[in-house]
């Protein structure tokens, strides 16, 4: 046994037991300092402060049982090497926790001191192994990272000099162009967007891989989002000779997703349509509901290229890749673009997946969850299977100065969701950005698990800070007003779930005036409040 | 009506050379500085209507002039448009928050960064002689 090996925390509540470990650890070694504790919170304090070399942990303590005792170890000192002491009856277990990142285990009364003592170098050692490899690479991700980002400012540069000058030529700001000088320069400046995209794309990747990829739910109309990323798409499926279409039924309730990151999705799948479509070819956006799964809008990308081969399809969302068939006549990328595509589609909790025919077309969908207020709501306002005794609605109305620039005013909501995910009591609180509005205006409403008082008090501190905050307080003023919100009598009728159907469509109610000013009619959010589907949306656009 | 006129500051005499054309195309008048210390000595001498700032600068970055530009009376007025190839993950809200108007990452669509311009230069900035329009 090393030296570092001096200190062993023992988590067992059974002093028969208790008492055996010592001794058996003591037979072993006379320097040890063996640190006894009967139950898991004792152990959990004893974690705080200088971590033990080792921790030998009795799984059935009076404040913890089974599987939940070592995982509050493993996440409080997720460093430090547990062997779990385990009884003749509960071996199975000692196992599983083995496969969760416990080193080792041993049954009780079955094992002598050199056991023990071999058990427990062999946890430290493999400890320190895992802790090294982890620790490796996790700078290896960093230095990916870091390099990454430098990489594309320094590519950046030249590429923006590059862009300047063919943009002067190809805008006459240096004398007349013939055609053929037009087409070279065009070509130049095709080349530059796509090497622009490239270097996006592979600081996107790094940072999906790192986790880094931020994405902002809020309440959103799936239709709008399609026509903006088809519009902007419009004009390079004309220059094939494609047709570019999208389907949507208007009537498609509101989703829970971040706008740009949808326009990025579907601009990277129509895209790639585009490109691997022949001229006269055509690419068509859909939306639909789906009986089957009422609780996400499914979005598909069809195309009438050339398809995709079995064995592309099983791996064409992985990194890097790239179909071998692909490359006869279009240029290849990075390889990034789909991998990037399924990790935005997953951080919005959807799935995404390909359908193709060689020669004949693929068809790429994904699912996205609906806005559901209800579903979002459902730990706010219920509390171990029952609702809460009190839940208050806030709105927070805000509105730029007049001096504030767009990009200041984009900078300014960001800051007002921190503030007021900051003022909120309980982490079940939430905070809705209310659906996008044409007015230079945001509305949050928040509905917190607390009583009239404490919605006073919430308030007051939302008002405090806004006023301590003289950065936003340069861009943006507020407006905060609370509301109790009815809830239906104790032993009222029905399920849960319809009584928190109930109080959603009173919130939404309460606060309709906030939705009624966007775009999201108020039609559209009582549809959307319910779990409960509506199949007649789904006639218009399955065709 | 005199032109406005709009300080470039980058320390690429290629990139400075390429937007000065841009922006004089576009009847703009335009100023140079190639380093942080010649910004804000430009900026007073010039008194100009728009800074368009790159922040990987020598002597002095992006984010010093941003400070020096906010801690004088007379140059806070002045709308600043960061122009820069660093990351905006990183970059854009620590700009924004040290008083940029704007952030927009090279190459920038030049309708964009115009549109920008356009728009930072029609508003009318708090303690500004409301003559903008």
Avoid at chain 1, 263 to 275: D, E, G
Avoid at chain 2, 32 to 59: N, R
Avoid at chain 2, 67 to 76: M, P, T
Wanted: aromatic letters at 4%; glycine letters at 6%; one cysteine or more.
């Amino acid at each position: 046994m090393t030296n570092h090996q001096s200190h062993v925390l023992v988590i067992e509540d059974n002093p028969g037991d208790a008492d055996l470990v010592r001794l058996r650890l003591v037979e072993g070694r006379s320097d040890l300092e063996v640190n006894c504790v009967d139950r898991l919170s004792a152990g959990l304090d004893a974690l705080e402060g200088a971590p033990p070399s080792v921790v030998l942990l009795d799984l059935n303590l009076p404040d913890s049982r089974g599987a939940e005792t070592f995982r509050k170890i493993l996440s409080k000192a997720p460093g430090v090497p547990v062997v779990v002491l385990s009884g003749q009856d509960d071996e199975e277990l000692a196992a599983k926790a083995v496969h969760q990142g416990v080193q080792d285990y041993l049954v009780k009364g079955a094992f002598d001191s050199k056991q023990l003592a071999r058990a427990m170098r062999y946890a430290v050692e493999r400890q320190a192994l895992l802790t090294s490899l982890d620790m490796s690479r996790k700078q290896q991700l960093r230095f990916k990272d870091e390099f990454l980002s430098h990489v594309s400012h320094e590519l950046r540069t030249p590429l923006t000099c590059i862009h300047q000058f063919v943009t002067l030529l190809l805008d006459g700001l240096a004398g007349r162009l013939t055609a053929d000088q037009r087409g070279h320069l065009e070509t130049i400046f095709r080349s530059v967007k796509q090497l622009r995209t490239m270097i996006a794309e592979l600081l996107e990747a790094t940072r999906a891989e790192t986790g880094k990829i931020s994405v902002e739910l809020r309440c959103i109309r799936v239709d709008e989002v399609i026509r903006q990323a088809v519009t902007m798409l419009h004009a390079s499926a004309d220059e094939k000779r494609i047709g570019l279409e999208a389907g949507v039924d208007i009537r498609i309730p509101l989703v829970n997703a971040d706008p740009d990151r949808l326009q990025q999705i579907l601009s990277n799948l129509i895209h790639n349509a585009i490109k691997f479509t022949a001229p006269d070819g055509s690419v068509m956006v859909k939306a639909w509901l789906m009986d089957a799964d009422p609780s996400f809008v499914y979005i598909s990308v069809a195309d009438t290229g050339r398809g995709i081969s079995p064995e592309a399809r099983a791996l064409i969302f992985e990194r890097l890749y790239q179909d071998p068939n692909a490359v006869d006549n279009s240029r290849k990328g990075l390889g990034l673009g789909l991998y990037i595509t399924k990790e935005l589609v997953r951080l919005h909790g959807g799935r995404i997946w390909v359908e193709s025919q060689v020669g004949h077309g693929s068809v790429f969908t994904f699912t996205l969850p609906l806005f559901s207020l209800p579903r979002i709501l459902f730990s706010t306002i219920t509390d171990q299977g029952r609702l809460r005794r009190a839940v208050s609605l806030l709105t927070v109305e805000v509105a730029p100065l007049p001096a504030c620039s767009s990009d200041q005013w984009q900078d300014a909501r960001r800051q007002c969701l921190q503030l007021l995910k900051s003022s909120v009591y309980h982490h079940e609180d939430v905070v809705l950005p209310v659906p996008e509005n044409a007015s230079q205006q945001e509305t949050f409403l928040i509905v917190a698990a607390t009583d009239e008082p404490g919605a006073q008090a919430m308030e007051k501190r939302i008002a405090e800070q806004f006023e301590r905050h003289t950065e936003l307080r340069a861009k943006c003023e507020i407006k905060v007003a609370h509301t109790a919100v009815p809830l239906p009598e104790d032993g009222a009728e029905g399920s849960l779930e319809a009584q928190v159907q109930q109080v959603a469509n009173r919130i939404s109610e309460l606060a309709m005036p906030a939705f009624a000013r966007g775009p999201g009619s108020p039609t559209a959010l009582e549809e959307n409040s319910g779990l409960v589907h509506q199949p007649e949306n789904t006639k218009e656009h399955t065709q | 009506m005199n032109k406005p006129k709009i300080l470039i500051v980058d320390d690429d005499p290629d990139l400075r050379k390429g937007l000065n054309l841009r922006l004089r195309a576009n009847h703009y008048d335009t100023a140079y500085a190639s380093d942080g210390f010649s910004a804000i000595a430009m900026a007073q001498k010039e008194k100009p209507d728009l800074i368009i700032l790159d922040i990987g600068l020598p002597a002095g970055d992006g984010f010093v002039v941003l400070n020096r530009l906010q801690q004088s009376a007379s140059l806070s007025v002045i709308p600043v448009v960061v122009l820069t190839a660093r990351d905006p993950e990183v970059n854009r809200d620590r700009t924004l928050k040290a008083g940029a108007i704007a952030f927009l990452q090279k190459p920038a669509d030049n309708n964009e960064l115009l549109e920008v311009v356009r728009n930072a230069l029609q508003q009318p900035w708090p303690g500004a002689p409301a003559s903008a329009n």
